[in-house]
């Protein structure tokens, strides 16, 4: 007697984007109700698999089949839909339509001709308070916040009622509670026997939640294990590819980088900054080779404070002053005047303009500097994008190629990389790492320290352990307010504490 | 693997009796009720003083019907153009299909000697309404070939296409007017019917079937996920493709129709029928709250676009302006228009 056939096997699938090899004669199998996590670093072809798997590209050779049955025509998404359903890694909502009508696209009422719009604000408010999410389902999409929008994502795709749930780095735009609320109904669903492919760059979430792990590397198949078998260093080590890829996390400190100087005249100065109903008067110093955190959950308010720093929004009240220049409020061309520079949230939104280059995305807010009298100089602009292709290690094409080809790690490399062209002397990183792979990590907040190293100033505002553990100082934010201080070398669980708002020290 | 299991929420707890919306608050539907379709309301209302204002004329029920009528084949051609605008694409050639689907349906139907237009008399005279109908709905059709399947630049395709189609119309009728017009024309552009203009009937009418399948059918809803998001509206299952060529064809097949409505009010067809229109077509959409890059506005917004246009004309016509400045107050109009509507409803335009 055999056992059940694959929930879904993929064989030899090999896809091409132009001169790149995304998928190079790949295989993956995930058995029913199995949890299978996806791992490679950014660019090996993780999110062109998930593609090829539901319907949305078509692979250039080899096989899929859900179940043992061959999947569906190209083109009948509505049987593909049957079979799995996917959180995409890029959004997939209409931002013009509502929360109500974005959860039930195209599948409002099968037995109805009309659609009910009261019944399916019912259905949408039902479903979003199962996921602890407090939005009127008749809000337009356009108007969430990030959170807000990836749960509307993953409440759609799980509630599809799908044997096979595909959840492509779901979880990077989720602060802690989010990822706990998002284990807790994937739980659920394990427990009635759906198979999962998960895809994320955190590792520990692979241990938690998954049974087995498959691996790839610059778009082939790497190996397949069960979780268990393997230890985090194998798994780091059959991504990279180098033996050698300890966990090495940065710390402060280290490397004898000097230590911020005491009576350095502060870089980046607050006085009562103040945003109404996200976080109250804020006063704050950063001193010259300074890297500090505002740790907090996407609730706590630091992701507004980091848009008012950069100009992103006006203050309600109080000043940003650098170098004891006061920045006037609400304009990004004075704050990037000033020397602020940012990495935003919503890469998407904010970050990138999806159609042009990697090189003009990246030289953005330098147009200035690359060419005489107003002119921009191809030569110099391709240089300059050479060199950041090659310092943060992105992967693509070359200079040409558009953004919209990249990986969504290597995307937000090219964010990184513009905040960095104008040599900033304040960075401000609104989570910097989100979806980038282990190694490429290390590298960027690397380049984070370096910066601040060279005498600069820099904010990270993130909820991520591993963003926060470069920064010389991090404070917590909790519904608006600072609750903690902590000096480099904390303690995880006191911080994470802290970001949660139990254990308040001040 | 066909099974389903029982999903987390919502799906499938309502089962409670059909029909029966308990718990239907007033006051939400209210606020699903976006107040900004509704912004020229009031623009329209502010003119009609001022048309009352500048000339007694205006109120009467000849000038308003005059209004009402002139304005429904224009609106035929914003209800198509606003479809596909929803959907993201654009169809300029709209306003060559106005003239040449009732050249070539003549054509095809009149008889080769005997009138003063030659035709090839190839068809029996009750076919030129369908035969109408069916070379807008081609125009469409081919319109959504070369921009689905040939992936060109529509807006490129169907300026193209305008002018092909416009120089088809003048080859055919030799550059003259037809005066041969079919009864069954005439009886659509000429008959009233409970005291107002059938064509007005009509339009009313297939103005509101569309605004109900926009709001209330699926098909009609994944308009709106296509323009706004294509990728999202695939992802959903949406065959946006097969959505948009069939939303191009119903614009050609709109268009067709108001040639027949045009064609049978003047009982003619002019070799420069349509010609110019593309303009006002566009500006009374987005006046109206249509969105030129998809996804945003609504069937009752086009129509009061439609009508603001039209009423401002009016008003201007009855106060007098000489003709010689017509062509500076088009434009003029439908900037104000533009400025006016932008604030009337706080929404940027795009
Ligand atoms: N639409 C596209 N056009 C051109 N190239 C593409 C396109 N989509 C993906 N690629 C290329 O295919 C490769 C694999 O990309 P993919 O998005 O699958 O990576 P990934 O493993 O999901 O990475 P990440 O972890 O950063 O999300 C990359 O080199 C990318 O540049
Ligand atoms: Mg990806």
Known sequence: ?506 | MTGTVRPLAADGIDSGPKGSPAGERPLDRLKLIRWSDFSLVPVILVLMLIGFIVSPVFLTSENLISVVQQSSELSLLVLGQALILICGRMDLSLESTIGIAPVVAMWLVLPSEGGRFAGLGLLPTWSAIPLCLLVGLAIGAVNGFLMLKLRVNGFIATLGMLTMLRGLHIGITEGKSITDVPESFRYLGKSEWLGAPAAVWICLALFAVGGAALAWLRHGRSLYAIGGNPEAARAAGIRVDRVTWIVLAIGGLLAAFAGILYTGHYGSVAATQGNGWIFQVFAAAVIGGISLKGGRGTLFGALTGVLTLQLVVNVMTLGGVPALWNQFLNGAIIIVALVISRFASGEKQD
């Open chain 1, 1 to 506: 007697m055999d056992q059940a056939p694959p929930a879904v096997q993929a064989e030899g699938v090999v896809k091409r984007f132009g001169p790149t090899v995304a998928l190079d004669g790949v295989r993956l199998t995930v058995q029913p109700g199995e949890s299978h996590a996806l791992v490679g670093r950014n660019g090996a072809g993780k999110s062109t698999l998930v593609s090829v798997l539901t319907g949305l590209h078509k692979a250039d050779a080899g096989t899929v089949a859900f179940g043992g049955e061959p999947a569906p025509a190209f083109g009948d998404t509505a049987a593909w839909q049957s079979r799995i359903a996917c959180v995409y890694q890029k959004s997939m909502v209409v931002p013009d339509l509502t929360v109500a009508e974005n959860l039930f696209l195209n599948r409002f009422d099968d037995n109805a001709r009309w659609i009910s719009w009261g019944r399916l604000r019912r259905r949408a408010e039902r479903l979003l308070a199962d996921y602890g999410v407090q939005v009127d389902p008749s809000t337009r999409a356009r108007d969430l916040a990030v959170e807000q929008r990836q749960f509307v994502e993953i409440a759609r795709a799980l509630s599809f009622g799908a044997r096979l749930i595909v959840l492509d780095e779901p979880t990077a735009q989720l602060d802690a509670r989010g990822i706990g609320r998002l284990f807790g109904k994937l739980r659920e669903l394990q427990a009635q026997g759906v198979a999962f492919l998960f895809i994320s760059h955190h590792l520990q979430e692979v241990y938690e939640l998954c049974t087995a792990v498959t691996v790839y590397r610059d778009a082939r198949h790497v190996l397949t294990a069960p979780v268990a078998d393997i230890a985090k260093a194998e798994l780091v080590a059959a991504m990279t590819g180098e033996q050698s890829a300890g966990a090495t996390a940065w710390h402060a400190g280290g490397d004898g980088a000097a230590a911020p100087d005491e009576s350095a005249e502060p870089v980046l100065r607050t006085e009562g900054l103040t945003v109404q109903g996200q976080f109250e008067p804020l006063d704050l110093e950063v001193r010259p080779g300074e890297v500090l955190g505002l740790a907090g959950s996407a609730a706590s308010g630091n992701t507004a404070l980091g848009e008012t720093l950069a100009g992103m929004r006006k203050a309600g009240g109080g000043t940003v002053r650098v170098h004891g220049r006061a920045v006037r409020s609400g304009s990004v061309p004075h704050a990037l005047d000033a020397g602020i520079g940012y990495i935003p949230e919503d890469r998407h939104d904010q970050g990138l303009v999806l159609e042009r280059s990697v090189a003009e995305n990246a030289t953005l807010t330098v147009t200035d500097q690359l060419g005489p009298w107003g002119t921009v100089l191809p030569s110099r602009t391709r240089e300059f994008a050479r060199s950041v292709i090659a310092s943060l290690d992105i992967k693509t094409q070359g200079p040409e190629q558009p953004v919209s080809g990249l990986s969504g790690g290597n995307q937000q490399k090219v964010v990184v990389a513009r905040a960095l062209a104008r040599e900033p002397s304040v960075l401000v990183a609104v989570r910097p790492t989100a979806g980038v792979d282990i190694k490429s990590k290390d590298s960027l907040l690397g380049v984070v320290r370096r910066v601040a190293d060279e005498g600069n100033a820099a904010v990270i505002i993130s909820d991520e352990l591993d963003d926060l553990r470069v920064c010389d100082r991090v404070l917590a934010l909790f519904h608006g307010r600072v609750v903690a201080t902590f000096a480099s070398g904390w303690n995880d669980g006191e911080l994470v504490a802290a970001m949660e708002g139990v254990g308040e020290r001040e």
